[in-house]
């Protein structure tokens, strides 16, 4: 099947401050392909090129090497049919403050190309499907960060793209705005809709993505499913058990013993804790209960953590993604 976007060795180098120097390198060439139905998710930390790489996805600015091809099209040579299928949602809120809601929308979809009772329409069903209907007459500059976002979305769908962009679109806003933003990719998604997704919370690409591509410093470090992902990445299952500080190392010895764990090491900063190594935390639990059991040794607390996105990230760079 052809992917929806092709994404073919994107490089952008930005003009030099002060025309001195050669100019940041922001992103370095970049290849992905989106499938038509995806969620698709650009994880990386601030700086790492996401919003240049979406800016140029969208028309906004030109790449220095490379190109994108949307629904066939591309982008530096066919702006104009790409924008037609494309929906953007930038980071930084586009309103203005002292329209009402539905005024922005009505602006923004005239400029899309919409009008008279089509446009109407439209931004009664983008006002319900953001859940502003009932504050479509008050003005942006009276609404909180996750009202003004949510209205920055609206903006995004009034074409009825086939794909939309959306651009950090969590950040600045109360968690239950949050919530509602990211129920709202998930429905969109189920309407048909393809999404590129960036962010830097680990827990959003986690929750939302088929897919997810993650950029560090400019470039694509690692692309793929998240359990692919993860599973590369080697690391382990952790379960992390308290004990009585006299049983630590009668523990120690007896859960080395066990074929499902692979290592067992004593907390470097609480010598009552023992962090215990498996390829499957959960399955091995039960075995490590019962043998803890039949010593009469019981854990006054026990914690299994998984590797995840963050793992990942740790594991390609050495640095925690939120550094
Ligand atoms: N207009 C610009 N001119 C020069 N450098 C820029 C510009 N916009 C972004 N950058 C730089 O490019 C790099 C990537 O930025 P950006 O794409 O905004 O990353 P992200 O969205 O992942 O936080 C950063 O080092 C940033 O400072
Ligand atoms: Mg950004």
Same mark, same amino acid.
């Given at each position: 099947?052809?992917?929806?976007?092709?994404i073919?060795?994107?490089?952008?180098r930005? #003009?030099?401050k002060?025309g001195?120097?050669?100019?940041?390198?922001?992103v370095?060439?970049?290849s992905?392909s989106?499938?038509?139905?995806?969620?698709?998710?650009?994880l990386?930390p601030?700086?790492?090129?996401? %919003?240049?790489?979406?800016?140029?996805?969208?028309?906004?600015?030109?790449? %220095?090497?490379?190109?994108?091809?949307?629904?066939?099209?591309?982008?530096?040579?066919?702006?104009v049919?790409?924008?037609?299928?494309?929906?953007?949602?930038?980071?930084e809120?586009?309103l203005?403050?002292?329209?009402?809601?539905?005024?922005?929308?009505?602006?923004?979809? $005239?400029?899309q190309g919409?009008?008279?009772?089509?446009l109407?329409?439209r931004?009664?069903?983008v006002?319900?499907?953001?859940?502003?209907?009932?504050?479509?007459?008050?003005?942006?500059?009276?609404?909180?960060?996750?009202?003004?976002?949510?209205v920055?979305?609206?903006?995004?769908? =009034?074409?009825?793209p %086939? =794909?939309?962009?959306?651009d950090?679109?969590?950040?600045?806003?109360?968690?239950q705005? $949050?919530?509602?933003?990211l129920d709202?990719?998930?429905?969109?998604?189920?309407q048909?809709?393809?999404?590129?997704?960036?962010?830097?919370?680990?827990?959003?690409?986690e929750?939302?993505?088929?897919?997810?591509?993650?950029m560090?410093?400019?470039?694509l470090i690692?692309?793929g499913?998240?359990?692919e =992902?993860?599973q590369?990445?080697?690391?382990?299952? #952790?379960?992390?058990?308290?004990?009585?500080?006299?049983?630590?190392?009668?523990?120690?010895?007896l859960? $080395?013993?066990?074929?499902?764990?692979?290592?067992?090491?004593?907390?470097?900063?609480?010598?009552?804790?023992?962090?215990?190594?498996?390829?499957r935390?959960?399955?091995?639990?039960?075995?490590v209960? $019962?043998?803890?059991?039949? #010593?009469?040794?019981?854990?006054?607390?026990?914690?299994?953590?998984?590797?995840? =996105?963050?793992?990942?990230?740790?594991?390609?760079?050495?640095?925690?993604?939120?550094?």
């Amino acid at each position: 099947m052809t992917p929806l976007v092709e994404i073919h060795g994107l490089k952008k180098r930005y #003009a030099p401050k002060n025309g001195a120097g050669e100019g940041n390198l922001a992103v370095k060439g970049i290849s992905l392909s989106i499938q038509k139905g995806e969620i698709f998710s650009l994880l990386g930390p601030n700086g790492a090129g996401k %919003t240049t790489t979406i800016s140029i996805m969208s028309g906004l600015i030109a790449p %220095t090497e490379g190109d994108v091809i949307i629904g066939g099209h591309s982008i530096t040579k066919n702006a104009v049919a790409v924008k037609k299928l494309i929906g953007v949602v930038p980071q930084e809120i586009a309103l203005y403050p002292e329209l009402s809601a539905r005024t922005n929308l009505e602006f923004f979809g $005239r400029l899309q190309g919409l009008g008279g009772a089509a446009l109407a329409k439209r931004c009664d069903e983008v006002l319900e499907f953001i859940g502003l209907r009932d504050r479509q007459r008050e003005r942006i500059d009276t609404f909180s960060g996750g009202m003004k976002r949510r209205v920055n979305i609206g903006v995004g769908l =009034l074409h009825k793209p %086939t =794909l939309v962009f959306m651009d950090e679109p969590t950040v600045g806003v109360d968690p239950q705005s $949050r919530r509602s933003i990211l129920d709202a990719v998930k429905a969109l998604n189920q309407q048909g809709m393809t999404v590129l997704y960036t962010t830097h919370y680990m827990e959003e690409a986690e929750e939302l993505s088929d897919r997810v591509g993650i950029m560090d410093h400019g470039e694509l470090i690692a692309l793929g499913k998240q359990i692919e =992902l993860i599973q590369q990445t080697g690391v382990k299952d #952790a379960i992390i058990l308290k004990l009585p500080s006299e049983h630590i190392e009668a523990a120690q010895t007896l859960l $080395r013993a066990l074929p499902v764990i692979s290592n067992v090491e004593v907390d470097s900063d609480h010598s009552d804790k023992l962090h215990l190594l498996s390829d499957r935390g959960r399955q091995a639990l039960p075995h490590v209960i $019962r043998a803890l059991d039949e #010593a009469n040794m019981i854990p006054t607390a026990i914690q299994i953590s998984e590797p995840n =996105l963050e793992s990942v990230f740790l594991h390609l760079t050495g640095r925690a993604l939120r550094d």
